[in-house]
């Protein structure tokens, strides 16, 4: 049997353009499809060839209003793995982002940031 693999995850973004855009600068990504989707709505797929973020809005998404960790079926983080974390982590303050939770544990390093739409990242390298 054939491990499975995570594809993609799919979040409701205010600009799919501008957040595809980061992550592409962020995480040295590319943007794998953008066009017309669900609802009316325009998305954005963004990653590696082998798994993406898809990115999605109809335009101006509703504003949440609980946290996820105390949400059933809420999204807590997404972990991406990186090779060089410090550069990394210059990449996202660069843009004006502020970054939190620092740790160094067995096998590996890691920090947290926000980003505009208020998904949680946390950025991991076990380099």
Known sequence: MTAAFLEHVNFTVSDPAKTAQ???DWFGWHVRWHGDSIYNGTTYHVGSDTSYVALY??????????????TRGGMNHVAIV??????????IK????????????????????????????????YA
């Open 57 to 70: 809005s109809q335009g101006d998404p509703n504003e949440g209003h609980e946290t996820s960790y105390t």
């Open 82 to 91: 990186v090779d060089d974390l410090d550069a990394t982590e210059h990449r």
């Open 22 to 24: 980061n992550l592409c």
């Open 94 to 125: 660069a843009s004006g982002i502020e970054t939190f939770n620092h740790a160094n544990y067995d096998p590996g390093r890691r920090f947290y940031f926000r980003d505009a739409d208020d998904i949680e990242f946390e950025v991991v390298s």
